[in-house]
């Protein structure tokens, strides 16, 4: 029996309970119960399980348990592509105690396997990462990794992840992430995120949340091939530290940041620190009343054309040497035309 094939009716405004309850009664199967209450709304499965002891005894729990069972399975899960010659880790676990807490399974094989590097001798096409509820933190959860080609997420249905950062860093075969089923709505750290996914073409932000973050230093650092990027998507109004964010950006020929709420950051310095292709980047709606350090922000950015930085200020700003260094001196003039009382060592 198929689980997905199970009907589960619903209504405007809710879904009919008896005719459910009366279904699932009927599954005498604790596995196939179990994926249909996966694929179900929390709300939804958490009313059906409480007022049933029927499905209580099915799925083998009690009436005390049953939030906490069914938090076990608002698993998030994850597909890996791995590359064609493989040779590496694939995850970090971050501590031992929390092993138990990570089930791996390749090729949609059912048996859990204890086992986080691949090698050359390894034929595997598909690697499934389930991750229990127990685990807040993906920071460094790919770090290195370097046996990745694609990365999916296939269901994320939690929000209790509050840390990404160095999430993917230095994943350097990684050409391809779905986050069509990623939350991100209490994250507050994204430093590092994709730094140094030189292999990474395309990034859709679309689903991001990031009205929490705090953190988005070096997030982009280092994506060598990424040539185009939106970020319309993005809430940065906590946003403190962009420090390095597009570092090494080398692809990028035009960046559209005038979405960006900028009012909490502090510190922009290497921001855009060779980006050596960009050629326009539009910073209308920056404010940098808050900013205290610009140091080398856009140092080496050399086919810089067109800048939009006409509501700069930098009455606060303590750091500010190298600023526009090895930028084309035609922009010289009118950098200064737009920022008022720009010092000399911005250039220096």
Known sequence: MDPSNIPINQKEGGFNQNE???????????????????NMSRKKALTIIENNKIIQERLDISIDTYKEY?????????????????????????????????????????????????????KIKSIKIIIDNKV?????LFEECNCIKSLTFKRFNRNNIIDMSKMFTE??????INFDNFNTENVYNMSG????????????LSKFNTENVTDMSEMFSGCYSLKEIDLSHLNTKNVKNMNMMFYQCRSFEILDLS???????NDMSDMFCLCGSLKEINL???????????????????SLEIIHCSSFSIRNVTD??????????????????????????AFE
């Open 20 to 38: 459910s309850i009366s279904i699932l009664c009927n599954i005498n199967s604790k596995y196939i119960l179990q994926k249909i209450f996966e």
């Open 259 to 265: 979405n960006f709420n900028t009012n909490n950051v």
């Open 136 to 140: 807040k933190s993906f920071s460094r």
């Open 171 to 176: 994943c350097s075969s990684l050409e391809e």
């Open 284 to 302: 209308r709606n920056f404010n940098t009343y808050n900013v205290k350090n610009m140091n080398c922000m856009f140092y080496l950015c050399q």
């Open 70 to 122: 069914f938090l076990t399975l608002t698993t998030i899960e994850i597909e890996i592509i791995p590359i064609e010659n493989i040779n590496g880790k694939f995850i970090n676990i971050p501590k031992k105690e929390e092993e138990s807490y990570y089930h791996i399974y390749f090729d949609n094989n059912r048996d859990e396997i204890k086992k986080y590097e691949l090698n050359a001798d390894d």
């Open 193 to 204: 995120m994709f730094c140094l996914c030189q292999s990474l073409k395309e990034i859709n």
């Open 320 to 345: 500010i040497k190298g600023m526009f260094s090895g930028c084309r001196n035609e922009l010289k003039t009118e950098i200064k035309s737009q920022i008022e009382n720009l010092p000399e060592e």
